[in-house]
């Protein structure tokens, strides 16, 4: 199976339009946040449905990020931080336009809701606001990278692509990333994948 992107490539920065925070002149900003265009191909013919996760496998936790008085040392612990779970794609489902899943950031989050294209599912934001009056509340669907301005490790984001044999999937409401990855076992058929990379430290690398 292939997934490919007229905008995204493998190992390269994602483009600023599809990351929740960008630099600005006094530090991060809000960014466009559209989801980005994905297209897939070459899918088993037993595939029933799909499912799309977009992870980030470098996040910190988030006690110290974002502090101008600490900048986070590569060894400290890190984790998976969902940034797009979308479920029960149709089989007859081979892409996903530009802006489908988001077009700007939705303070509170956008609602975990069925599609017509899948179901999205709760991505780590909800988490990371956490109980603020502002900014906290269920974050469904796609929110782009906004990775700690205070963290030089260039953060790897991981788009992978599930072809599975059961056109829906048994999973909690609301749906999480891990929640899915349990769900996927002894339904996998192929996989694809698409690593892009993003940062907002001031002189963060570039691998």
């Known amino acids: 199976m292939k997934l490919t992107s007229e905008s995204l490539r ?3 920065p994602i483009p600023e339009r599809y990351a ?5 002149t006094e530090g991060p900003v809000p ?12 899918a088993p013919a037993a595939t029933r449905s799909f499912a799309l996760l977009a992870v980030d496998i470098d996040a910190p936790s988030p006690e110290n990020a974002n502090r ?6 590569d060894e400290a ?7 797009w779970v979308l479920v029960n794609i149709p089989a007859s489902q081979r892409e996903l336009a530009e802006g489908l899943d988001s077009r700007g950031l939705t303070p509170k ?18 988490e990371w606001f956490g109980d603020d009056p502002n900014m906290g509340g269920d974050y469904g669907g796609y929110d782009g990278p906004w990775p700690p301005f205070n963290d030089p490790r ?3 984001y991981r788009f992978v692509l599930y072809a599975l044999d059961v056109e ?40």
Request: charged share 20%.
């Open 154 to 156: 260039l953060h790897h």
């Open 77 to 83: 612990p890190r984790a998976d931080f969902y940034h």
């Open 20 to 24: 929740m925070g960008i630099r600005g």
């Open 168 to 207: 829906s999937l048994a999973l909690p409401d609301p749906v999480r990333g891990p929640d899915v990855l349990k769900a996927i076992a002894g339904h996998l058929l192929a996989e694809a994948t698409i690593t892009v990379t993003h940062t907002l430290f001031p002189d963060g690398r570039t691998k």
């Open 10 to 12: 493998d190992g390269q």
């Open 31 to 42: 960014g466009p946040n559209l989801s980005p265009p994905l297209a897939w191909s070459e």
């Open 68 to 73: 101008k008085d600490y900048v986070i040392p």
């Open 109 to 126: 989050g956008k609602p975990a809701i069925q599609t017509a294209y899948g179901l999205r599912g709760i991505n780590s934001y909800k």
